[in-house]
Nanobody, 112 residues
Framework: QVQLMESGGGSVQPGDSLTLSCTAS????????VFWYRQAPGKEREFVAS????????VYGDSVKGRFTIYRDAAKNTVELEMNNLKPEDTAVYYC?????WGQGTRVAVSS
């Protein structure tokens, strides 16, 4: 049974945009914060962005500030990550996390 499902990854060129989506089949409570993390080959998992379900307060990792935007859609139980001006260093598997649940990840590759 899949509780979190990510989608939207792909291969793009530097400067392109992608939007990732995370759809939850579990109840997301108002006190929850939904996270996006990423893990590049050979590196540790890195915090990308998060959003508080109740008040939509957003937090971003330093490496993505000004380029990525996180959105939540409570009606669809979905969180999206809009990624603009992608760079090769954004190449990673992106994971969605809420409570103790993790998605299977969606791969983003940025290269020329």
């Amino acid at each position: 049974q899949v509780q979190l499902m990510e989608s939207g990854g792909g291969s793009v060129q530097p400067g392109d945009s992608l939007t990732l989506s995370c759809t939850a089949s579990i109840t997301i409570y108002s006190s929850d914060r939904v996270f996006w993390y990423r893990q590049a080959p050979g590196k540790e998992r890195e915090f990308v962005a998060s959003v508080k379900w109740r008040d939509n307060v957003k937090v971003y990792g330093d490496s993505v500030k000004g380029r990525f935007t996180i959105y939540r859609d409570a009606a669809k139980n979905t969180v999206e990550l809009e990624m603009n001006n992608l760079k090769p260093e954004d190449t990673a598997v992106y994971y969605c996390n809420v409570q103790s649940y993790w998605g299977q990840g969606t791969r983003v590759a940025v290269s020329s």
